[in-house]
């Protein structure tokens, strides 16, 4: 559809002619899907309500009497079915509530495997803690499932990549427990170090030895942290105030980062050799799993007091048993262990050791927050929306600055496969001025969500598999960013080849405190109409009263007018339009017929 490039202009300011001189022509259209060579038939019935007026107006002015106007095509209001969201899990009751009543929740034990495989069957959601396990069996029970929402942060009991290959976003709630971890680990660090726990099982037992729980003090000693992440910076800012000495070892923070935090980064050696107190930190990866080991045990400081409320499996458990028995490691503070349940593990029975069972999150605080969190992200994936806190959502960090343009260019996406009316061998998507200043990736995945979702008709497309969608289909797909951008702030363009190698392109941009939606090109040719739910593009000859015809024949079919363009090109216009509502077909086809189009297309955004 690539047009020539003329200077815009804006609305036919000429009244329309009367009807009897409005000119009706019958030239071949190439695109259009009728046949003017012949009059179109029309529905002839003993009673037709809400028949367009324009439709008869035209058909008058072309000599044919015996015609019957177009009727507007209505639909009878029916109850939309809400999404239903499965809890297989106790949640923080606060959770219901951010749903809202738009979502039918129901509730399962997510122990008992069969009722639970029962329960997703019709589930768009499903929100867990640690207890359910997610994995294919539960995937294949349930076809409607869009999300899994793990009100927490740890995904043991999830398959992301058999979520993905299905289509399904995993969320977690990422922040919600920072702080409840971070007090833990402190409450954990002093008693180990005070041996609280002991002294309180003795003393239950009524015994009264105070000679035999001799601790250590916190101020002045070494503090070692073993991953500088949001929960280590949160332990590193509360144990300075305890007159600790800060080091950490984290290979993926800078020193100029950590020496704003007042903790000096070493390697591991010298965290083991340096440490009085060692608190871990790290996520469970293959890298990290058994990192501390006997071998490493081995080279602490005496007396080492070690603190594990991470995850389990980081630190070698019959290793730190025995380094514990010989008085390597003096106390330990756990809460996280290799296998859980952990009842009968073996370190439960040692005087020097403090535990607590998996109790990070478990705060009102946390569960609230959790709860919150993951509801929200449940009812953005619900809506189709991304989900900032997706872990198989590869799009990024994703700045303030540019999510505003996710929703945009999602539309751009659905509006250039409305135009082109087919699917790209190779999209560009190129985002221009302030957005190329971040890191604008997700914006190449909201560009396919939209292009296909009006192609691919036999899968859900979802942030979540958009990507492998188009590697299937073979679309190659570019992001391109220019600082430059002469006339607007933001740009996005869409760019797309088709097979028989015919280019269509949109760009947008957002305008205005409220960032509103604006298309400022198609095809290169500028424009300034509001991206609506609903457009309309014709090219038709550049000749009087045309725009009469156009709010004659949308105006008799109930079809209002939101905003309108015309463009002139080499004696013809392209006219882009805003509307409240879609265009039926046989109106649109009644528009190209009566304005002799050579190129038509309506298309809508929902």
């Known amino acids: 559809m690539s047009l020539p490039v003329d200077a815009p202009t804006s609305a036919d300011p000429l009244e329309p002619p009367p009807v009897e001189s409005l000119p009706v022509e019958t030239l071949p259209v190439e695109t259009l899907p009728v046949d003017p060579a012949r009059p179109v038939p029309r529905l002839r019935t003993a009673h037709q309500p809400g028949l367009s007026a324009a439709s008869a107006v035209l058909d008058a002015a072309a000599g044919r009497e015996d015609a019957q106007p177009y009727p507007v095509p209505t639909s009878p209001l029916r ?4 999404p239903v969201a499965v809890i297989a899990e106790a949640l923080h009751p606060v959770t219901d509530a951010e749903l809202g009543p738009g979502v039918d929740v129901r509730r399962v034990d997510g122990g008992d495997r069969a009722a639970l495989l029962a329960a997703v069957r019709d589930a768009q959601a499903l929100l867990v803690r640690s207890g359910t396990v997610v994995d294919e069996e539960l995937l294949a029970a349930a076809p409607r499932l869009k999300v899994v929402a793990r009100a927490g942060t740890g995904l043991r009991n999830v398959d992301v990549r058999a979520c993905t290959h299905a289509g399904v976003m995993v969320v977690t709630a990422p922040t919600a427990n920072l702080v409840s971890a971070a007090e833990l680990t402190v409450g954990l660090m002093i008693a180990a170090a005070r041996r609280v726990g002991a002294a309180h099982a ?34 590193a800012q509360r144990m300075a105030a305890f007159g ?35 608190s871990v930190h790290l996520p469970r990866t293959t890298e990290t799993l058994g990192l501390l080991g006997r ?42 262990f290799a296998e859980e349940p952990a009842a009968g593990n073996a370190l439960l029975a040692l005087d020097n050791v403090v535990a607590t069972p998996h109790l990070g999150a478990s705060t009102e605080d946390a569960l609230e927050k959790a709860g919150r969190s993951v509801a929200r992200s449940v009812r953005q994936a619900l809506s189709g929306e991304l989900v900032p806190d997706a872990v198989n959502v590869h799009g990024g960090v994703i700045a303030e600055e540019v999510r505003p343009s996710i929703g945009l260019t999602e539309r751009l996406g659905r509006l250039f496969t409305g135009l082109s009316g087919g699917s790209a061998v190779s ?50 797909v570019r992001l391109i ?49 509001e991206l609506a739910d609903h457009l ?71």
Request: glycine share 12%; proline share 3%; charged share 20%.
């Open 427 to 476: 999209m560009d998507v190129e985002a221009r001025g302030e957005l190329a200043d971040h890191d604008v990736r997700v914006l190449e995945l909201a560009a396919l969500k939209g292009a296909l979702s009006g192609v691919v008709l036999d899968d859900s497309v979802s942030y979540v598999n958009v990507s492998l969608l188009a590697a299937e289909r073979g679309t190659a």
């Open 244 to 278: 600790m000495r800060l080091v950490a070892h984290d290979p993926f923070v800078q020193a100029g980062r950590a020496a704003q935090l007042g903790v000096q980064l070493v390697d591991l050696d010298t965290l083991l050799r340096e440490s009085d107190v060692l």
């Open 79 to 82: 109850p939309v079915a809400r």
């Open 536 to 606: 309309a593009f014709l090219r038709h000859p550049d000749r009087p009263g045309t725009v009469g015809v156009l709010g004659q024949v949308l105006g008799a079919a109930g079809v209002n007018i939101a905003g309108m363009q015309v463009v002139r090109l080499d004696g013809e216009v392209l006219v882009a339009l805003a509307l409240d509502s879609a265009v039926p077909q046989p109106v649109l086809d009644t528009l190209g017929n009566a304005l002799s189009a050579s190129w038509a297309r309506t298309v809508s955004l929902v």
């Open 481 to 529: 960013t220019d600082p430059e951008s002469p006339d607007h702030r933001t740009l996005v363009t869409v760019r797309g080849t088709l097979a028989d190698a015919h280019q269509v392109s949109v760009s947008g941009t957002l305008v205005g405190t409220g960032e509103r939606q604006r298309l400022v090109a198609v095809d290169g040719i500028d424009l300034d109409v």
């Open 295 to 336: 071998e490493q045990l081995a080279r602490v400081k005496p007396g080492l007091v070690l603190v594990n409320a991470a995850r389990g499996g980081i630190v070698d458990e019959c290793a730190l048993y025995d380094a514990l028995l010989e008085g390597r490691v003096g106390a330990a503070g756990i809460d996280t």
């Open 202 to 235: 003795s003393l239950r037992h009524g015994e009264w030895q105070r000679d035999r729980f001799v601790g250590t003090e916190l101020h002045g000693k070494t503090l070692g942290i073993l991953g500088l992440g949001r929960v280590g910076v949160l332990v």
